[in-house]
């Protein structure tokens, strides 16, 4: 919203993705709460039925996030709404987090089953699995929440901040008694109605005591019976991978950093995202960028005029030389190094692969690294990561989800206090890059899972293009859990990664048509689903993915089958995109002049010192938005139009990385 | 006769094994095996055009089974049957002009007539719009009967003359007939020879300096299309999309670099990715169906798809040849030909996770290779044809002038 109001003006709801409201209530604009989040947020007052039976969760539900005011405010979004007072108590925990003292009961809480005022606690690893697991319970609980409604006012104050804390550890401790407690909608609507006017009316003190009178009572009455039901009626998908006890301090310290900085840090960075890519065409930063490379690469002769924006480089002869010297060079780790040979050789593929191999290897040059001395952590670190990252540019151009992941590391380390020791600072930031990869990608891909599998059934024919971990995850979930359908796997050339996919699928027992992408309008006929790997989701909705994406989609579109995209939050880009010429990658032209011809196999080599035949091998393309039906993330399914929304919000409070 | 049987039986076997390629080529064959059969075919006194038909019906309909997706066998047939016709006609006109009633030809011209009667008013009427549009007199018969037999075609102003020059002797009229159709047909082929240069003629009027182009597959129109507007100094790039598992994009560029065109071979994945900077699409057809549904090298629907929602002009090169009078049905299926799975997948590659145990039910796998693509006449801007360029709606029209209704269904 609006960037004046600083970071803890009115709470705001967060509702993306699709909303189940069997009964949605009227609109009911309300005077005195002049921000949209609160009013917003009685709106969808989804009776409890509807959370979702049986194994799956909601489609609808965002999962939460690791702050408190998002949590409740996009887990919200499916269950009841409980109403503004909920986002302020809400805000209240946020205060309480950044004053910094760190609640053990916190963290209890975030690793057993949710307390029935629907908190959580902001720990990172779990929430995802956390959220999958009880997500009926989630919702069960919600309403509970709802009865908070008169902690607070508005203009939130210090003291206000503490009242709340009050009350919502009392709650807490009720939560204990009755954890798991939840409470049929029915009645909710009146007393939503009750209290509002009743907030109208009281004090706030006296708001606070008839709520938890409310509370109490509720408590009493409704005892463990739906826990239990809940309980019986979900399945338990496997445990997070990780959970959140070694992540202590972390929150805490970002939290008091960007506390202080909240309003400059925004600024920081605008200044910082867009490391928009070097443009090849502009010579004199080419020279200079050559002069400091480490990877000598020659200059392709034959290159595509349209796209001499881009390095075009002749593939493959400097590889040897470069792995010859890996120990002798001192300016790169050798982790890093080796991360960048693998990109340059192409041994790691796919996005998440590359990412966490990245990741990895910055975990390696961290826990490596010792501050020189007279200079200081913070800048010496952020220099050498600059170093590296450059390298691994030289290697092969980051794709837009390294990006990210780097930029995070990069606010990582600047956010680290600076009374903290080397070997802890180090520790801390290993283990940031850690949950990085288990909470934004692992934990991602699961949840990812989760929702997309809600999206097949029996005997459908899904259609996915080339190979996409998370697609391949989704189908092989599908199948275990004994959904029947047949896969079509779309490939191209050069990679042919689609045999891979194929090939694992066929070893499981899936049922599988392969067929190269131009007999896609062929089969698409016959397709009631496409499945969707990407590499990046611009905040245009714009899709950057493998290429060839974009003629699947969109002939997906012209016979009317839905597009589901499956992408990672941490992919999310707020760059705008619009064709597929200006940012992209080109591969190896040879690729494409090698034909797997039988009989004329060189006719194409004979030709290739003729300087008017180019091979152009285009690695990525962009979708155009209309083409995507819906977005799996894991905050939840959401249309391509709810991209920005996501990546402002989150982004802001340093959510999405 | 049975020399001619034996050619028939062998281009049947080549049809079958798919060892002829290219419409152009299949169309020549035919059409040379077709005079073959009609020089061969002994007439008899009367009724000599019905027995000619009968003849290059029954050795069609073998030709035509041989290889159904190749339209262009059906094509040429029904051109070969419209020209005895329209021979038969004029002669049965000029023997009427000249109030010399021949007893065979009447008959069978009113035959012919009862059948075509029998077609929907709407081609009789547009033939016979079409026939006074001619430069042929009107006939009484033409006037009254309105048949489709006598819609304009490119050579029935010299057939007419022929006629018209023949009709004073009217004793050799039994041959004449014979000999009018091979002409006729010797100028079919003719004609099918020289699209190529018919069409590349208008080139220039459809490139200008600078464009890029993009096309798919290998055709040999596009490439006499694209190097005559080379020769005439205009400077374009094109863009090839290679067409996967035939590669037949590569032929195309090789041949297209070795004319001196600046030319740029992309992965068909990649059509999308470029449409956006390219001018102009231009693809050679393997059949133009009556509706204006092009039938294309696998590949063109994603192509034109995406040139539609570019607004990239999509442009379609066919010769006469190819124009099919019938409308199709689901011919993305139907009028489609699956290729060998070994060009897309090595089956070494996946054959150890296959389960080939009895009982296993449905295989786990299956290739598809399709050959042809259909693209919907709404996503072609334009066809240029040998006769000029016309609109999708209008190729109906166009292919209504090439083939009689009573040979739509062989």
């Known amino acids: 919203m609006d960037p004046r109001r600083g970071p803890l003006a009115v709470p705001k709801v967060r509702r993306v993705g699709f909303f189940t409201s069997i009964e949605p209530s009227p609109e009911t604009p309300r005077p005195n709460r002049s921000l949209s989040g609160p009013a917003e947020a009685i709106t969808s007052s989804s009776p409890l039925s509807d959370s979702p039976s049986g194994q799956f969760i909601s489609p609808v539900q965002i999962p939460p996030s690791r702050h408190h005011s998002d949590n409740l405010a996009s887990r919200a979004a499916p269950v009841p709404v409980p109403g503004p007072s909920a986002f302020r108590r809400q805000l209240a925990n946020d205060r309480t987090l950044h004053v910094g003292s760190y609640n053990p009961v916190d963290s209890l809480l975030g690793t057993s089953p949710p307390s029935s005022n629907g908190e959580v606690s902001e720990d990172s690893g779990s929430l995802f699995g956390f959220q999958r697991s009880d997500s009926a319970k989630l919702s069960a609980s919600f309403p509970n929440g709802g009865f908070d409604m008169t902690v607070a006012v508005r203009a939130p104050g210090e003291s206000e901040a503490k009242v709340a804390t009050a009350s919502t550890s009392d709650g807490r401790k009720k939560n204990v008694e009755a954890s798991g407690e939840s409470e049929s909608v029915a009645t909710k609507p009146r007393k939503e109605k009750e209290t509002r006017s009743l907030k109208e009316k009281t004090s706030k003190a006296e708001r606070r005591a008839i709520q938890e009178a409310q509370r109490a009572a509720k408590a009493a009455a409704k005892g463990e019976g739906s826990k239990r039901a809940g309980e019986s009626s979900r399945p338990k998908p496997s445990k997070p991978a990780k959970q959140p006890q070694p992540k202590k301090e972390a929150p805490q310290v970002t939290s008091s950093v960007s506390e202080k900085r909240a309003v400059s840090v925004e600024k920081e960075r605008r200044m910082d995202v867009p490391q928009t890519q070097m443009q090849y065409d502009d010579k004199s930063r080419v020279d200079k960028a050559k002069r400091r490379s480490v990877v000598e690469q020659t200059e392709s002769k034959n290159k595509v005029e349209l796209f001499l924006h881009l390095p075009q480089y002749e593939r493959g002869n400097q590889l040897p030389n470069l792995s010859s010297n890996i120990f002798t060079l001192d300016t790169i780790h050798h982790a890093v190094y080796k991360v960048g040979l693998q990109h340059l050789a192409g041994d790691i593929a796919g996005d998440n692969a590359r990412c966490i191999a990245m990741l990895h290897a910055f975990q390696e040059a961290i826990n490596d690294y010792t501050t020189p001395p007279m200079k200081d952590l913070t800048m010496d670190l952020t220099a050498k990561i600059n170093g590296y990252v450059s390298f691994l540019i030289e290697c092969r151009p980051l794709s837009m989800s390294m990006g990210n992941a780097i930029r995070f590391l990069k606010n990582q380390i600047r956010k680290l206090p600076v009374d903290l020791s080397e070997p802890e600072a180090k520790a801390s930031l290993c283990s940031e890059i850690g949950r990085f990869i288990d909470e934004k990608i692992l934990l991602a891909d699961k949840v990812i899972v989760q929702h997309a599998v809600t999206k097949i059934r029996d005997g459908e024919v899904l259609l996915t293009y080339g190979f996409s971990c998370v697609v391949e995850m989704i189908l092989l979930y599908a199948h275990e859990i004994g959904r029947k359908f047949r896969v079509v796997i779309v490939d191209s050339r050069p990679n042919l990664e689609g045999q891979k996919l194929l090939r694992r699928l066929v070893t499981r027992g899936l049922d599988c048509t392969y067929t190269h992408i131009n007999a896609v309008s062929y089969i698409m006929g016959e397709v009631t689903r496409v499945f969707l790997g990407a590499s990046s989701i611009f905040s245009n909705g714009t899709l950057y993915s493998k290429v060839g994406t974009a003629c699947v989609a969109m002939v997906a579109n012209a016979f009317s089958v839905p597009v589901i995209v499956c992408c990672e939050a941490y992919k999310f880009h707020e760059r705008v995109l619009l064709d597929s010429i200006c940012s992209n990658e080109l591969g190896d032209p040879d690729a494409i002049a090698n034909v797997p011809l039988r009989n004329n196999k060189k006719h194409s080599k004979t030709m290739d010192n003729n300087k008017n035949l180019q091979f152009l091998n285009l690695m990525y393309d962009s979708t155009p938005a209309e083409y995507i039906s819906m977005i799996v993330t894991d905050y939840g399914m959401i249309p391509p139009t709810s991209i920005p929304v996501i990546v402002r919000e989150y982004r802001r409070e340093d959510l999405l990385l | ?410």
């Open chain 2, 1 to 410: 006769m049975p020399d001619v049987q034996s050619t028939v039986l062998e281009f049947v076997n080549k049809l079958r094994k798919r060892k002829i390629e290219g419409s152009q080529s299949t169309a020549k064959c035919t059409v040379e095996i077709l005079r073959s059969v009609i020089s061969q075919q002994r007439v008899p006194h009367s009724n000599q055009a019905s027995a000619l038909i009968d003849a290059v019906k029954a050795v069609g309909e073998q030709l035509v089974a041989a290889n159904p997706v190749e339209l262009a066998v059906g094509n040429v047939v029904r051109r070969v049957l419209h020209i005895i016709r329209e021979e038969d006609l004029s002669l049965a006109t000029a023997a009427m002009a000249g109030l010399d009633l021949l007893d065979a030809s009447d008959d069978d011209g009113e035959d012919d007539n009862c059948r075509g009667v029998g077609y929907s008013a709407m081609s009789a009427a547009v033939a016979a719009a079409a026939a006074r549009s001619t430069l042929r007199p009107p006939s009484l018969q033409t006037l009254l009967e309105g048949t489709p037999e006598s819609a304009a075609v490119p050579y029935t102003s010299s057939s007419g003359a022929d006629s018209e020059s023949k009709t004073a002797d009217k004793s050799s009229i039994t041959r004449k007939l014979k000999h009018d159709v091979i002409e006729g047909v010797n100028h079919l082929i003719l004609e099918i020879s020289g699209c190529h240069e018919q069409i590349a003629e208008q080139a220039i009027e459809h490139i200008h300096q600078n464009e890029v182009i993009l096309t798919l597959g290998s055709s040999r129109t596009v490439l006499e299309f694209l190097c005559a507007a080379k020769e005439k100094k205009r400077s374009f790039r094109v863009f090839v999309a290679e067409g996967a598992p035939r590669y037949q994009g590569h032929l195309l560029a090789k041949e297209l670099v070795a004319r001196g065109l600046q030319t740029t071979v992309i992965t068909d994945s990649a059509v999308f990715a470029m449409i956006s900077r390219v001018n102009m699409v231009i693809i050679g057809a393997h059949a133009v169906m009556a509706n204006g549904g092009v039938i294309g090298p696998v590949g063109v629907n994603m192509a034109a798809l995406a040139a539609k929602k570019h607004a990239v002009p999509f442009v379609v090169l066919a010769g006469s040849h190819k124009l099919c009078p019938l409308y199709p049905h689901n011919p993305e299926v139907l009028l489609n030909e699956l290729r060998s799975p070994s060009e897309l997948l090595d089956f070494g590659e996946v054959s150890d996770c296959l389960d080939f145990g009895a009982g296993s039910g449905s295989p786990l796998l299956q290739v598809v290779n399709p050959t042809f693509d259909y693209v919907p006449p709404s996503l072609v801007s334009l066809f240029i044809t040998d006769t000029g360029g016309h609109n999708p709606s209008y190729m109906y029209r166009l292919i209504a002038d090439y083939y009689s209704a009573d040979d739509l269904v062989m």
